[in-house]
């Protein structure tokens, strides 16, 4: 079983950084781990997924060259490095384990989430 504890949401204005955090309970460096994201009235979508051999996939445009990713699996966690942000990401995100280790943007191919961390991007 592996726990997911994401941190490092906040209220940010547009233009700002922020840095989100994902640390697993559980072993998870064979696996890909990925970041979600669920705005208010909208379905969940994929943003970023690492796999375990520290391939990254980019699923929405919009965040290319802004959002980053990446995993210290020594911490066993994966950071989420939000820069540039916009109002229209603000949402609550989410880290997922995936018991595969390449990624896929289906949310439902993720086994284990975290509770979710909230991001606003407001002047």
């Known amino acids: 079983q592996v726990q997911l504890v994401e941190s490092g949401g906040g209220l940010v204005q547009p233009g700002g950084s922020l840095t989100l955090s994902c640390t697993a309970s559980g072993f998870t460096s064979d696996y890909a781990i990925g970041w979600f994201r669920q705005a208010p009235g909208k379905q969940r979508e994929g943003v970023l997924c690492i796999s375990n051999s520290g391939v990254k996939s980019y699923y929405p445009t919009s965040v290319v060259g802004r959002f980053t990713i990446s995993r210290d699996n020594a911490k066993n966690t994966v950071y989420l490095q939000m820069n540039s942000l916009k109002p229209e990401d603000t949402a609550v995100y989410y880290c997922?384990?995936?018991?595969?280790?390449?990624?896929?943007?289906?949310?439902?191919?993720?086994?284990?989430w975290g509770q979710g961390t909230q991001v606003t991007v407001s002047s």
């Open positions: 997922a384990v995936r018991r595969f280790g390449r990624c896929h943007r289906d949310g439902h191919e993720y086994a284990y």
